[in-house]
């Protein structure tokens, strides 16, 4: 069966084709600048890779773009459309309603717009590819992932805040977490690779990107995670600021005479973090290669993420009681040694204990263990792999 995945963002929309026998991507690519232009990229396996700018006004039109990519005879690899089992969906929210994966239905379209308000930016995009797909390939069956879903398995104690208790009774105000998917995926892979049952194993995933978030994983489930009720809570990501007091909140707007949203908005999500820190970049190989170079904010924006991501670690090691795995991924947490170095060098009390030359990674493998001998928790890069998550829930579902 070959299975498309999507992930649709306001102005743009990735895809990944998906060979599920072998589950290889046979092709993927990207419309972007979508109804402000357009531009498309597209890379099939064996074949050239298409890079061209084109008028894109919706996500109806980029779909079209990309089901004629997929089955052009010199671009594509499909013999035409029919060939395309299922759809899968990076859907951002699910809210308290969707603790797996589900099979998109009118009900399930109506609870993903529901959960809006808590999405405000992510699920309105996530429904306009939805929407895309059934009118470019109606009868298809779509299925809906949720960044969410699995951290649907917190304790009480884990997902409530300290706030009056009626506010998420009337308004559902909690911690959700995101990234969900890829912390199955890779607390899922080290269950594999270290040939354990998930139910009588813990471990914690640092997803470590633009966005960053740490789960811990207590017997396989989610037990607490460091996103709260929008993916602007915990450590330095980007441009966002992680956790932090929010009497800054009510003092930024008192200096500067704004509103609430245009704090948490502009300055916590988008002007934060290593860019607002350092003032180079929200790119960390910018900032570190700064920092590298001596620049006093670019190291105190490094130090400040080394400083968040110890922070959660211990708080989950305490929480959980016992850690069997640490594991690395996304972006940064699978390309930079150093940081990976840092973070753990005072985790040694744990009995957390890495190789240096082996944390190096000079043959650049995927999944790569990188415990020093004595060490009594494991610690592991692992390349994490949404997309194929998503191919994987929604073949089973589409095959039950
Ligand atoms: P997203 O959250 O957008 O999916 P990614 O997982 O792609 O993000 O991670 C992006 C981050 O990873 C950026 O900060 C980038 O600097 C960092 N990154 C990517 N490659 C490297 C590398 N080789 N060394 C250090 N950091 C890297």
Known sequence: MYILVINGGSSSLKYQLFDMDTRKVLAKGLCERIGKGGRMRHNAVGRNK?????????????????????????????????????????????????????????????????????????????????????????????????DTAFHQSMPKSSYIYAIPYKYYEKYAIRRYGFHGTSHRYVSGRLAEIMGVKPEDFNCIVCHLGNGSSLCAVRGGKCFDTS???????????????????????????????????YVVDQILNKESGLLGVSGISSDFRDV??????????????????????????????AEMGRVDAIAFTAGI????????????????????????????????????????????????????????????????????
């Open 50 to 146: 298409l890079e061209f700018d084109i008028d894109i006004p919706d996500h109806t039109f980029a779909v079209r773009l990309v089901v004629k990519k997929l089955t052009d005879p010199q671009y594509g690899v499909l013999k035409d459309m029919s060939q395309i089992g299922a759809v899968g969906h990076r859907v951002l929210h699910g809210g308290q309603w969707f603790s797996e994966s589900v099979v998109i239905d009118d009900d399930v379209i109506a609870a993903i717009e529901r959960c809006i308000p808590l999405g405000p930016l992510h699920n309105p995009a996530n429904l306009m590819g939805i929407r895309a797909c059934a009118t470019v390939m109606p009868g298809v069956p779509q299925v809906a992932v949720f």
């Open 227 to 261: 996103m709260g009720l929008t993916p602007l809570d915990g450590v330095e990501m980007g441009t966002r600021s992680g956790a932090l007091d929010p009497a800054v909140v009510s003092t930024l707007c008192a200096r500067l005479g704004k509103d609430a949203s």
């Open 333 to 400: 947490g699978e390309n930079n040694a150093a940081l990976r170095e840092n973070v753990t060098d005072t985790l040694g009390f744990m009995g957390v204990k890495i190789d240096k030359v082996k944390n190096l990674n000079p043959d650049r493998k995927e999944e790569l263990e990188i415990t020093a001998p004595g060490a009594t928790v494991r610690t592991f890069v692992i390349a994490t792999n949404e997309e194929l998550m998503i191919a994987l829930d929604t073949e089973r579902l589409i095959k039950a």
């Open 288 to 317: 570190n290669a700064a920092a590298d170079e001596g620049n006093e904010r670019a190291i105190l924006a490094r130090d400040i993420l080394v400083h968040t991501i110890r922070h959660y670690i211990g708080a989950y090691a």
